[in-house]
């Protein structure tokens, strides 16, 4: 079975991953489509090369790059029409311009085909996208839903075809292990990994650390227009000297970060036009046996289940007490990193995504049709 997969996101090398298990599949030939770079409001993520085996890695000219809505592959009916393939995996939401326009080719090639959303909120769109999102919902033959909430929305705009709750990616948990190496520093290092944006939230990490006692240190990695903002913040609560913004960092370097944290927060909150999707750092982190503390913003707590803490989300104080109840308590903290390790291995990893991605396929091939 022969499938082709269309994806930005698959400029991040770790991700990648995914496909090179597919591609262990023995009936499957992929090809994935990927662009040379993708830019957002932290910059240029250029594509990384970390797991490109089993599989075609194709690189193509993007036309709008860097605009979510509207970009697409100029050159992808041609892709379609010298591969032949059965399935044709839309790694966009419905309401892009790439979606549409892949499916449109798709449909000439008489190939099945699937999209990927994450859209957890009851969104309106002006035309012409709206007219698109109709469009892919009513001609698509499959659609994965990152979160349960992503279903839901996908029935209330009127998708009655099957449809799959599956994360987009997950984990290569021999990457992402627990460090090896001791660590006899006594300050306790906390780390946030994100965006650097107001929904985030890393303004109430800094208030919850500055009213922390005892020896400890943050670690902001990440970039974004909430930048200056945040370091503006961190003078003005007097915490300059514990606080480190570190530069992003390619992702095959990320799990020796994770490995030099003792706690890593993701304290998002919920806007009217965005809540936290999935947060992706935190099963990066669990998989290191790194205890993770969220917020109740989206899906945090479904990702989190009972191997990390929860806190309201804005609620400055009921972080800071889950940051020094962690602080005090070394037994506590391996506790939660060994919980949340196991949860990632369950749920979470290349493999099992990789699985039940191939699982899809097959239920689309002509050669088994979607009953």
Known sequence: MRVVMLSKALVVGQYQGKLEELAKQTDLELVAVVPPFWRDERGITPLERAHTHGYTLLVEPMRFNGQFHLHYYPTLGQILARVQPHVVHIDEEPYNLATF??????????????????QNLRR???????????????????AIAGSAAAETVLRDKGYRGPTRVLPQFGVDAEIFQPSTLPRPRTQFRIGYVGRLVEEKGVDDLLGAVARLDGAWELRVLGSGPHAPRLRTRVRELGIDAPV???????????????????????PSRTRSNW?????RVLIEAMACAVPVI????GEIPNVIGDAGLIFPEGDVDALCAHLAALRANPTR????????????????????????????????SPLSPVV
């Open 124 to 142: 309106r769109y002006p035309p012409p996208f709206a007219w698109l999102e109709a469009y892919v919902l009513n001609h698509a033959d499959y």
């Open 275 to 279: 809540k936290e999707q999935f947060g």
């Open 333 to 364: 903290r391996a506790e939660l990193g060994a919980r949340g390790r196991a949860r990632v291995l369950t749920h979470f990893t290349h493999a099992r995504i990789a699985a039940e991605t191939a699982a899809i396929y097959r239920e689309l």
């Open 294 to 297: 969220g917020s109740t913003c």
């Open 244 to 266: 480190r913004f570190d530069a992003p960092r390619r992702s095959v370097e990320m799990a020796a970060y994770y490995q030099e944290l003792d706690a890593l927060v993701l």
């Open 101 to 118: 326009l892949a499916l449109r080719a798709a449909q000439r090639v008489r190939a099945r085909t699937l999209f990927f959303t994450w």
